[in-house]
């Protein structure tokens, strides 16, 4: 069973970066698609970011626009999301995700880190 252990969040002004990372225990997943959602208070989840086994990405450019970038480390089952520029619209709770239709239907979620961006 695959578990997915987010860590990175926390308290930042606007304008800074955080980097998220995601680590996996109970199964290896190096051929899984990964990626990340959030959720903001009283919104529903979306979609932020995904990324193939071979590197190959995929952003909801509505809502980062370029300024999250999304990468993996397969030999450490690892992946991350950088953030910059941060607003507080960014603010949410944001979870790994992996396997499945990324965009659509993760097979697997994370319990989720929380991210709260001040003005």
């Known amino acids: 069973q695959v578990r997915l252990v987010e860590s990175g969040g926390g308290l930042i002004q606007a304008g800074g970066s955080l980097r998220l990372s995601c680590a996996v225990s109970?199964?290896?997943?190096?051929?899984?698609?990964r990626g990340w959602f959030r959720q903001a208070p009283g919104k529903e989840r979306e979609f932020v970011a995904g990324i193939k086994w071979n590197g190959e990405t995929t952003y909801n450019r509505d809502s980062v626009k370029g300024r999250f970038t999304i990468s993996r480390d397969n030999d450490r089952f690892t992946v991350y999301l950088q953030m910059a520029n941060l607003r507080p619209e960014d603010t949410g709770v944001y979870y790994c995700?992996?396997?499945?239709?990324?965009?659509?239907?993760?097979?697997?979620w994370g319990q989720g880190t929380q991210v709260t961006v001040s003005s």
């Open positions: 109970g199964a290896t997943i190096s051929f899984y698609p």
């Open positions: 995700v992996a396997g499945g239709d990324i965009r659509q239907s993760p097979r697997s």
